[in-house]
């Protein structure tokens, strides 16, 4: 056993040899697991609306299809990965040569800078958004350049200003997470057709499937037409497959190249693969999972507006609410009436905390447990 003076000791000893982006790099955390609030503060019946996840899970056809594999998992998966890029090339009407499978659509985001990034380089990522990037780029070396945000998301005028003959790639999450706010057509077009031909855009579409706004595009119809664009896209969320990790990335035939002498063998697991092709297949499913989304926002957003919070408008399955006052003591007190949540100080927003949609009865757990911790329950 690990003793903690003995846990210091080796971190003194071996933290000084990482490489300096590594060292000042702290670990991602992600939302508080179920599993971890029940040893910690003894609490039951818990609901968890903390990482973005689909209330309902994954669909009937993918759940056979996952099971059915696990009988040949003694095996290892196909290395390429045929029958899902098969399916999303014909889904996208691309090729398989446009495609790269990574372990969720993190993998891509880190394939990229890792295959095109070095510590001359610089990369772009707007405030407020997805913590991988800044991740990645510090992990290579590279210079992170983040741009001030406008109304919470993505001001383009800012990132294209922040070019440089170092800059070697662009993030930009659509709609963003944390804050859920979107690029339209109109806005992110004109951007990409200006981009120098040394600087990659990476459109990072994880939420692509629940947005209904006007003039919201899609990145993978543009794939060919501008030779530097890397779009990705997840499993993980609107098909329910976040405990399996499958996402894969879109790009002209030559970035996938490069990517795949980078991406390591069977990236992507046998069961995965196959929950993926069968939730491609679920329209049905994905239908029904939208209008919970759009029914459960409405839901929040009407509690939100009891309550008199605010919060930034989102096109995603989740929602930032502004709670006027420093949010971790809140967050805390949910914690204990057994209501996970996301705080997003580590984003810059101290104030707000990220609710996912859930199911109809926990987004009315949840309001009620907030009006409650609030000090607003009559």
């Known amino acids: 056993m690990i003793r903690p003076a003995q846990a210091v000791e080796d971190c003194d000893r071996w933290l000084p040899l990482a490489r300096a982006g590594v060292r000042a790099l702290s670990p991602y955390v992600p939302g508080k697991p179920i599993e971890e609030l029940e040893r910690q503060y003894g609490v039951r019946h818990i609901i968890k609306l903390a990482s973005n996840e689909n209330p309902l899970g994954p669909g009937k056809r993918a759940l056979k299809a996952a099971r059915a594999a696990l009988d040949d998992i003694a095996r290892y998966p196909d290395g390429n990965g045929f029958a899902l890029k098969q399916r999303l090339a014909g889904h996208h009407r691309l090729t398989p040569a446009h495609i790269t499978l990574g372990n969720g659509s993190n993998d891509i985001l880190e394939l990229v800078t890792r295959a095109f990034v070095g510590p001359e380089h610089e990369v772009i990522f707007s405030d407020h958004a997805f913590a991988v990037y800044p991740i990645v780029t510090q992990a290579v070396g590279a210079r992170p350049v983040t741009t001030p945000a406008r109304h919470w998301g993505h001001d383009l005028d800012a990132m294209r200003a922040a070019i440089t003959p170092r800059t070697r790639l662009v993030f930009i999450a659509n709609p963003n997470n944390p804050t859920g706010t979107w690029l339209r057509r109109s806005e992110l077009e004109p951007f990409l057709e200006n981009l120098p031909p040394t600087v990659l855009a990476v459109l990072d579409e994880a939420y692509f499937e629940y947005v209904r706004e006007p003039d919201y595009p899609d990145g993978a119809s543009w794939i060919g037409r501008f030779p530097g664009l ?83 408008p989102s096109a995603g399955n989740f929602v930032c609410v502004d709670l006027g006052r420093p949010a971790a003591p809140a967050y805390e007190a949910l914690l204990r009436e057994g209501v996970i949540v996301r705080p997003v100080a580590n984003y810059g927003m101290p104030h707000h905390l990220r609710v996912t949609v859930g199911l109809p009865e926990e987004n009315e757990r949840f309001l009620k447990a907030l009006e409650k911790v609030l000090g607003t329950k009559d």
């Open 230 to 312: 890397l779009v990705t896209r997840t499993f993980s969320k609107a098909h329910g497959l976040a405990g399996l990790r499958v996402g894969y990335g879109l790009s002209s035939p030559a970035i996938a190249d490069i990517l795949n002498r980078v991406r390591q063998p069977f990236n992507v697991n046998s069961v995965a693969l196959a929950a993926a092709v069968a939730a491609l297949d679920d329209a049905e499913h994905l239908e029904r999972s939208l209008r919970m989304n759009s029914d459960g926002m409405r839901q929040l957003l009407h509690g939100f507006e009891k309550l008199g919070l605010s919060s930034i």
